[in-house]
């Protein structure tokens, strides 16, 4: 209930904000494992870093779809703008997120408080030489014909920003989620089924330190028996609630 939510945070001064796919269905984004999710078309075991290097085909595919993602003109809803209202009452340590699609840079939150541990798919680089092309550039050369356009300084293979199955996280994204949860003194989660690991670690790594865990979800998560208050809604309709509960006085 969201009342419970409230109390739960009322006190709470430095609280860590982890988000997943959830928050970004509202923008026209699936998720991966809600009604929708898809997970339901493909099999994620095909999303493999060995496969996306050793396998040309694969790449031509994955461009294609990237460039006709919906994540491309994706724009941040109401969840979104209420996470960066919450941040900008000074209450937030910061914000973890597993999305891809920047849509909480897309809502204004300051990128040094926001962790993109999965990475952004706005972003490419050079897994040879580490060259990092603008993605405009790119998706015109593949606009032009380039099915599986190479690094332009080193000829090596170009890829999104986006963590694979296989890959390991961002070090530098990992040690400033793990530095956030440490200072946190509340968890909120949105939109997640905690299922994702060692991502999910972050919340929980909250609670351990016996803080209170919020968790806003449509449906079940695997961690909802730890959680101080479980809030079951659309995050577009409850999250503006919850913060403005938590903002008005
Ligand atoms: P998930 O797919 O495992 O879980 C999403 C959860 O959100 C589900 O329980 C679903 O029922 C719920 N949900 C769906 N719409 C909601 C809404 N409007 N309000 C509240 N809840 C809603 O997602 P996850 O836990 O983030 O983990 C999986 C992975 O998904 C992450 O690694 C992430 O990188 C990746 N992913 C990201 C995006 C994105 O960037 N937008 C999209 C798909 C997948």
Redesign the pocket.
Known sequence: MIDDAVSALADRTRILVFT???????SG???????H??WKRVDPADYTYDRYVNDPEFRVNTWGSRFASP?IDATPNG?HHAVTRLWESGRVVGCVT????G?HTAAGLDPASLVEL?GN?HRIHCIGCGDEPDFDKVERRWKSGAVDPECLRCGGILKTKV?YFGEELPPQATYRAWDMAERADAAIV???????YP?AFVPLAVVENGNPMVI??????DHDFRATALVD????N?VPELVHRLTRD
């Open positions: 997943g796919a959830g928050i970004s269905t509202e984004i699936p998720d991966f494992r809600g009604p999710g898809i994540l969840a597993q999305n891809i699609d849509l999965h798919a963590v949105i939109g997640s089924t905690l299922s994702v991502a806003v979800n449509q449906g079940r998560t809604g659309t995050a577009g409850v």
